[in-house]
């Protein structure tokens, strides 16, 4: 594979810039869910779009959505070579709680190897290094790719207007391949590569007795508590194997390669690093799978939340009207989210008591994503990585969700590559976010050695 040498030295000899650029951008606090930070959206969409336009970008603009405003970029100056829609997002996740955070969350930190700031890793970090990736070989042997750069808003709150703007915008992002930097590698040294994602179908369960809270010594033991029923609807939907019992709910599950559960049998990740990433005293899944396999390659059906009844200080006894439980179903690959809402209100006609009524209220949906190990962007991401790290890359599953890799499979007919160079010990969403900074640096050589990949 050429390489663009100089590229790789410029990128070198300028780190502690580009450090200090990512730490000015971990400075505005683009919080999305949280309205009294919209003034900050649109200045970290602003500073994005500078950043393009500074490096030669054309059409550079900060475009609006019904929601947050998208930064968008395009770089066409490589003639019968591909076109790689690059995709990021410029938001963050709330801080709470702040009294937890060992250095302000938007004071970028370094400590030891590590930088500490909120969207350190998720994912400013790696915009960033695609950036000066991008940099490096605009300021030496230039760009033999096309790009197409969409920095989002709107990821931490699921992209609600993402899909739309794509639709309405499908001629100017039109593209050969989409690289998504929001992602990881299991280790420091490890490069790994997913190419498949589960999908999410979120529901929520509603369960009503009496039409009003009624007094839990007059009324208890004659009337069924739907708290309690609900609980015991929820303990069913699993037995003791770990086996969800929604009607149907593995039908159309993919059976694992010998090649692809071989290749999940690489990762280092041992079921003790596991249990103490979790911090729990034991694992537990579906039997007959490994803890990576079920963490891929399997669904799951999860209580991500319970209502009912009183929940303030002290104690006040109520037989509760009502209850509810917020449920997430992952998806693997070839489930659809409608035939898993038809089999969990299946579920309950079968199970429900005649003691309550019940309804079933579909929230959220993203579809799963499985990726061919042997396209372009796939082959440039294996080429590009092992040529930085000196180690083959893995090929993994991923359990979590990514709405924009569906939107752009479905809308563009692209498949994405996930290239990103977070980690799992990061602290996503939580306090003391980091992003490992030889990764950071790592990272920026390997998404130049990408493009010149893609370029062949």
């Given at each position: ?31 999305s869910t949280l309205s009294e930070h919209k003034p900050d959206m649109q200045r970290a969409a ?354 979590g969700s990514v709405p924009v890799v569906s939107t752009t499979k479905t809308v563009l007919g692209v ?42």
């Open positions: 594979m050429p390489e663009s040498t100089n590229a790789i030295t410029y990128a070198r000899d300028h780190r502690e810039r580009f450090l200090s650029e990512l730490k000015d951008l971990l400075a505005i606090p683009s919080i602003e500073w994005v779009t500078r950043q393009l336009r500074d490096l030669g970008f054309k059409n550079c603009a900060v475009l609006p959505t019904a929601g947050h405003p998208v930064a968008y970029g395009e770089s066409l100056n490589a003639p019968g070579k591909p076109t790689v829609l690059v995709y990021g997002h410029y938001d963050v996740q709330p801080v709470d709680p702040l009294n937890e955070w060992t250095s302000p969350p938007f004071e970028a930190t370094v400590r030891g190897d590590n930088l500490y700031a909120r969207g350190a890793s998720d994912m400013k970090g790696q915009v960033i290094a695609v950036f000066k990736a991008i940099e490096s070989l605009v300021r030496n042997e230039g760009l033999r790719v096309n790009l197409k750069v969409l920095i989002e808003g709107e990821e931490e709150i699921g992209s609600p207007n993402l899909g739309a703007f794509i639709a309405q915008n499908k001629e100017k992002l039109k593209c050969d391949i989409a690289l998504n930097c929001d992602s990881g590698i299991a280790r420091p040294n490890l490069p790994t590569i997913v190419y498949g994602l589960r999908g999410l179908a979120y529901f929520e369960i509603w369960v009503y007795g009496p039409s009003q809270d009624l007094h839990s010594g007059v009324f208890g033991g004659s009337v069924h508590n739907p708290a309690q029923a609900l609980c015991e609807l929820i303990a069913g939907m699993h037995d003791a194997d770990g086996h969800i019992t929604l009607p149907g709910f593995y039908d159309k599950v993919r059976v694992l390669t010998d090649d692809e559960r071989a290749e999940i049998a690489r990762l280092p990740l041992s079921d003790e690093d596991w249990r103490a990433t979790a911090k729990v005293p034991e694992l537990w899944g579906k039997k007959g799978f490994t803890t990576l396999e079920r963490l891929g390659a399997l669904p799951t059906l999860e209580v991500n939340g319970l209502l009912s009844g009183f929940t303030g200080e002290g104690s006040k006894t109520v037989l509760p009207a009502k209850a509810m439980a917020k449920i997430s179903c992952r998806l693997a690959a070839y489930q659809d989210d409608n035939e898993i809402e038809a089999q969990l209100n299946e579920y309950m006609r079968i199970n429900a008591p005649p003691t309550i009524s019940w309804q079933v209220k579909k929230l959220v949906t993203t579809p799963p994503v499985l990726v061919n190990r042997d396209t372009i962007g796939a082959r440039a991401a294996s080429r590009a990585l092992e040529a930085t790290f000196g180690i083959k890359p893995i090929f993994k599953l991923e359990g498949d994405s590559i996930m290239l990103g160079f977070g980690l799992p010990d990061d602290n996503l969403h939580s306090p003391n976010e980091k992003f490992h900074l030889p990764n950071f640096y790592r990272g920026i050589a390997t998404y130049i050695r990408f493009f010149d990949a893609v370029a062949e």
